[in-house]
């Protein structure tokens, strides 16, 4: 039996095409301060919401996937979800967890009666401080386009770029039904620069970004 939970995961998993067993522990959640859809989680009729249980947690243990044993140790978790009958149409998303701190970032197109707006989500751990970023704050989209997402916020400013992929298919609900395929991936090359009044907290690379791009 499958398990998931707060303090980690069982796996056990055995079809034709595959099998996976194993176990991985997780170490203390890292929440928000508050959800990440502030005022807007209280909206009713909204085709998706979404959550962030933490935006970082130790990982370890190992797993079996069709014999093969893949282990974990101090490895980095990240934990969100989405609940609700559609994906956004046009979205970007992407997450990382990086020495001195974690980010996640969602750019989409929102339905809500009969008018569509471009929703932002987001929030930076840096060096033990919590940076939100949102529509309800004020955040606004000053760059989309062929993979890279620039937003502003009063004096901050988030860019994420994504430098090569290999995305691999997924399903996502429509009206209710798992008919839609995007494309995630788990394990991308990818830029990020965060600055505060005119001055760069942090810029680096790493292939260990997770995006997706279902906009451009």
Same mark, same amino acid.
């Given at each position: 039996?499958?398990?998931?939970?707060?303090?980690g995961i069982r796996l056990a998993i055995d079809t034709a095409q595959l099998t996976v067993t194993g176990k991985l522990d997780f170490g203390p959640l890292n929440p928000l301060r508050y959800d990440?859809?502030?005022?807007?989680?209280?909206?009713?009729?909204?085709?998706?919401?979404?959550?962030?249980?933490?935006?970082?947690?130790?990982?370890?243990?190992?797993?079996?996937?069709?014999?093969?044993?893949?282990?974990?140790?101090?490895?980095?978790?990240?934990? =969100? &979800?989405?609940?609700? !009958?559609? $994906?956004?149409?046009?979205?970007?998303?992407?997450?990382?967890? #990086?020495?001195?701190?974690?980010?996640?970032?969602?750019?989409?197109?929102?339905?809500?009666?009969?008018?569509?707006?471009?929703?932002?989500?987001?929030?930076v751990l840096w060096q033990g401080k919590e940076y939100r970023i949102a529509t309800y704050l004020g955040a606004r989209t000053v760059q989309i386009e062929n993979g890279t997402v620039r937003i502003?916020?009063?004096?901050?400013?988030?860019?994420?770029?994504?430098?090569?992929?290999?995305?691999?298919?997924?399903?996502?609900?429509?009206?209710?039904?798992?008919?839609?395929?995007?494309? =995630? &991936?788990?394990?991308? !090359?990818? $830029?990020?620069?965060?600055?505060?009044?005119?001055?760069?907290? #942090?810029?680096?690379?790493?292939?260990?970004?997770?995006?997706?791009?279902?906009?451009?």
């Amino acid at each position: 039996m499958n398990q998931f939970g707060e303090k980690g995961i069982r796996l056990a998993i055995d079809t034709a095409q595959l099998t996976v067993t194993g176990k991985l522990d997780f170490g203390p959640l890292n929440p928000l301060r508050y959800d990440i859809m502030g005022p807007f989680a209280l909206v009713p009729f909204m085709e998706c919401r979404h959550s962030v249980r933490s935006m970082s947690h130790s990982v370890r243990g190992k797993v079996f996937i069709n014999g093969q044993k893949y282990s974990f140790r101090n490895a980095g978790g990240y934990w =969100e &979800g989405d609940r609700g !009958r559609s $994906f956004p149409k046009k979205y970007i998303w992407t997450q990382c967890c #990086f020495c001195g701190g974690a980010l996640m970032l969602a750019v989409a197109d929102i339905p809500i009666a009969g008018i569509h707006f471009t929703g932002i989500i987001g929030a930076v751990l840096w060096q033990g401080k919590e940076y939100r970023i949102a529509t309800y704050l004020g955040a606004r989209t000053v760059q989309i386009e062929n993979g890279t997402v620039r937003i502003t916020q009063g004096r901050m400013e988030l860019e994420a770029r994504l430098l090569e992929t290999s995305h691999r298919p997924l399903k996502a609900p429509a009206q209710g039904d798992m008919v839609r395929t995007i494309h =995630e &991936g788990a394990a991308c !090359r990818a $830029f990020y620069r965060f600055r505060k009044e005119n001055h760069t907290l #942090f810029a680096f690379e790493t292939d260990r970004a997770s995006f997706e791009d279902e906009i451009t």
